[in-house]
Each structure stands twice: as C-alpha cells, then as structure tokens.
C-alpha cells in the first residue's frame, strides 16, 4: 500500500512506515495513493464480520504485508461483538462499545497495537501519550502484554474521573502511567518535549499511537461493512449512516468504506456545537470559533485534524462535497434527544444521541438509518444518569477495575523529571 502526503504529495511511503511514523512532514496526515474497490460486496456482506474484514483490509494491505498476516492481525484485534440494534422503527443503533474498554477506540486502538507489534523491526518501541480521559484506557489495553512494546501514559492528577483512571492505570507490566500534578496541556507539552529531546525519542523508539495514524482508520472501515450487512438482512434499500463527529476519523474510515463500493446511501456528520463543518458544509467558510464544552466532551473539537483525509477522498471519487449532510445540536438538543431514545425504550448517551437525532432531523419519510454507538452509557454515566434521572449499573469491565490498585508514578510537570524516569524505568 502507498500512501502520499497531503501536504507534501512528493513523501511516499508504505503502510509499514505510515504505521510507525503517525504523521508526514510537517505534520501532514497520510493519504492513500489508491483506494481499491471490491468486486463482489454481496458476497461479503453475506460473510461474517470476521473473515470479511480479512477480505476488506487485504485489499489494502495483502500485497504489502501477505494475506497471511492481514489474518492474523485481523484475528488478534476483532475479537468482540458489534450488534446493529433497533432504537425505533427507522434508527438502529451499531453498538461499538462491547469491545474491552467499552468505546469504539478499541476497534482502531487494538489493530494499531498489533500492526506495531508485528511490523516493529527495533527491539522495543516505547508509546508516549497523554490522555484527557478515554485514550489511555483504549490505548493500554490495546497494547497491554504485547512484547515489544512499552507504554507510558500521561493524565492530569485529580482531573479525570477515578473510574476512567483505574482502567489503564491497574494493568502494570509494560503500561507504565504517570500522573501528573497539573492539567491536560501540561501532559501534552511533556509528550512534546519528549518527542523534541534526542535522547528520548531516539533512545527509546518513541511512537505516540495517536488518532491520526492509518492503521487506525483502516480498522475503523470494518465496522461500516458489518453495519450494512445486519441492516441488509432485513431491509432491502441502503441505509443512511449518521456518525457523531469530533476529530473526523469516524466518518473518513464510513468513507473509505462507500469508495470501496459499500452500499450506503448518505452520511450525516453529526456534531455538538462546536460545528465547524456543519457551518462549512452549509455556507463553504471555514471558521472555527473558540473549542465549547459539552456534555458529549469527546466530541468538543473546533478544528478537527482529519479533515483533509474526507475532502481528499471526496475529490478522488468526483463526488460532492454537500452530499455529506451536517448537522449540529445544541446542549438542549441533546439533552432532548437523549430523552427521546429512553422513551423510545433504548438507552443512550450524549454522542450516540447527538447522531440519532441528526437522522431524525434529516431522513425522507421512506428512508433508515443507522447511526454510531461509539461509547457504553455507563462511560458518561454522571450526564446520562442526570438526563435521564436514572441509575446505571457499572458494566462488568468497570466493576472488575475498580477495587484494583492505582500503579501510576506522581511527577511535578518538569521534562527533567519524566526524562530521568523514563530512562531509568525503560532505558
Ligand atoms: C464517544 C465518542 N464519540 C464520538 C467521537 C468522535 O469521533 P471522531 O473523532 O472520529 O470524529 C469520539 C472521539 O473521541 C468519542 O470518544
């Protein structure tokens, strides 16, 4: 697989130095020079999820990495359900949250986790990142026990729930965590000190796993596939796909999915409101305004980095822009759609609703649709247990974290102290 530059079309690469490189020059995000379209979709939608995502990502990757291995990391990484679940009689919900850190992040985290592990050619690669929250969980589970890979996640001491710390920070053996005795930025600018010193980033094999990086997305057209089949065996038109928006990953991966000859019949990027591609879908400015708070907080993104990649394959398809509907919601939107779903007898939370409610706004009388699970409610429990005036029960993979042990290291926000700790533990 070759894939180019966007910023800089003349950087070519290959997936195996995509993967490990995350980003191009000057930041700029990996783009397939290709996009290869399947012959027979029936014949795969008829497979399960399983044997056709070999079939789907071995028409990226086979020629490059050998059929052979495309299974193998496909077999390592799928290994949890993806019901399409009815929410009323023109909504389904595609749960992607039964996977072990209970978000869709684990469909994209785990295959990035076994590409790394099987393409690493030095001796060990340590992943740097920082998390607000979700990451950390996603991304340590996904690498926990693999053996030539370290992790080392960062957060903000006291500034995440305790629930989402002990789920990456209780694993130990090579997930190292850190909290830090100060805020979110302050992790970032230590991962970006880090990726700056020599030392570090050479001495220790840095990658910083992020959601830019291809392997990811790759994974992510998966899911679309097994979407369309469970809508298709019991419907006979293509489904209208809504896909709550933050960074633009999600939809990029659907995208992929259409080019590929996918039936589906329209996208609906649905944002809170920090809605700058709602705006530009509508009037063609782009103009982020100032990052708002919302109660769907994994989606309060004002300039969302995986733009480029959804304008890149709208060109390449010919196909036009404004046929991507965006839609954005207000926080009483929300909180009303939210309510309108658990009457509907489906419980939800605040971005699964957000695009619910985008179909709803936007589907034809004879229309379906499907719209994104991406996370377990219990994951938003505070919001959804306010809105809904309801108790959730903790989910199993909750429950079992919450009596462990906390194995982070406490750091003052210095570079001098991650550096020294860094080289000790894993040098
Ligand atoms: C629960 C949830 N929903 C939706 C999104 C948005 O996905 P994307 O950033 O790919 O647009 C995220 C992103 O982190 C998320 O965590």
Known sequence: MELYNLKHPDQKVSFTEAVKLGLGRDRGLFFPTVIPVLDDVEALLAMPFVERSKHVLGAWLAQELGQEMVDSLVEKAFNFDLPLVKADDKRYCLELFHGPTLAFKDFGARFMAQCLNSLATEDKITILTATSGDT???VADAFYGLDKIQVVVMYPQGKISLLQEKMFTTLGENIHTVAVESDFDACQDLVKAAFEDADVRDGLHLNSANSINISRLLAQICYYFEAVAQFKRE??????????????????AGLFAKAMGLPIKRFVAATNSNDTVP????????????????MSNAMDVAEPSNWPRVEAIVEAMGWELNAITGVALSEADTDKALKQLQQGGYLSEPHAAIAAEAL????????????????HPAKFKDV???????????PAELQAVADKP???????????????????TLG
């Open 360 to 375: 709803s706004l936007t589907m034809n009388h004879d229309e379906q649709g499907i719209f994104l699970g991406t996370a």
């Open 279 to 294: 705006r530009y879908l509508t009037d063609g400015q782009w103009q982020p305004h100032k990052t708002v708070a919302t």
């Open 384 to 394: 959804v247990e306010s809105v809904l005036g309801i108790e959730l029960p903790l």
């Open 136 to 138: 950390g969980a996603a």
């Open 406 to 424: 906390i194995l982070s290291v406490a750091m003052q926000p210095s570079f001098s102290a991650l550096k020294a700790h860094l080289l000790a």
């Open 235 to 252: 419907h006979k038109g293509d489904p209208v796909i809504a896909v709550p928006s933050g960074n633009f990953g999600n939809l990029t």
